[in-house]
T-cell receptor
């Protein structure tokens, strides 16, 4: 069974440019999460989809970040325009939906560098 | 708000030596507790989790963790470290309230293993 995949693995862009990160969850997982780790800091929750709906987007830093999950399958996270402080590693995770707390499976992350 | 503290940013141990990674959390009730590991170029992998019951939890790769309510701690241990254990380790908590997950991570502890 394929795990969570993320694309690209690395992205280097200049301040003011736009970048779109993609996450493909494990097939059949209704829950999809985005997290971010800024250098040296903790991994922070950004948002949570249940199928195509945003369940919780309280961690999104500002309106330069837009996440979508059309059709409840893969998700994209767009940063527009990118700022220096957006640099970090963006993780995606997915989990199945059922009774009780289900394990989140994480992707390898996308390392974003904004110059 | 919940928080997780991993006081050791970097730990170096000799191969074959024992290991203990510290984790303290702050939350009104007992949350769900996790330890994740991230090897270079890999995603976060769940080592073990505590929901309730026996306070000593066994995980994969020979790791265990002990939940101590009185100390709000969930320290990770391994009796004999292998060179392949070199990675970054994250403690995490989740209140799992309202039926949806919202994981809070610590800042991570980097483990270096020397021959």
């Amino acid at each position: 069974e394929a795990g969570v995949t993320q694309f690209p693995s690395h992205s280097v862009i200049e301040k003011g440019q736009t970048v779109t990160l993609r996450c493909d969850p494990i097939s059949g997982h209704d829950n999809l999460y985005w997290y971010r780790r800024v250098m040296g800091k903790e991994i922070k929750f950004l948002l949570h989809f249940v199928k195509e709906s945003k369940q919780d987007e309280s961690g999104m830093p500002n309106n330069r970040f837009l996440a979508e999950r059309t059709g409840g399958t893969y998700s994209t996270l767009k940063v527009q325009p990118a700022e220096l402080e957006d640099s970090g590693v963006y993780f995606c995770a997915s989990s199945s939906f059922g009774e009780g707390l289900n394990e989140q499976f994480f992707g390898p992350g996308t390392r974003l560098t904004v110059l | 708000a919940q928080s997780v503290t991993q006081p050791d940013i970097h730990i170096t141990v000799s191969e074959g030596a024992s290991l203990e990674l510290r984790c303290n959390y702050s939350y009104g009730a007992t949350p769900y507790l996790f330890w994740y590991v991230q090897s270079p170029g890999q995603g976060l992998q769940l080592l073990l989790k505590y929901f309730s019951g026996d306070t000593l939890v066994q995980g994969i790769k020979g790791f265990e963790a002990e939940f101590k309510r009185s100390q709000s701690s969930f320290n990770l241990r391994k009796p004999s470290v292998h060179w392949s254990d070199a990675a970054e380790y994250f403690c995490a908590v989740d209140p799992y309230s309202g039926g949806y997950q919202k994981v809070t991570f610590g800042t991570g502890t980097k483990l270096q293993v020397i021959p």
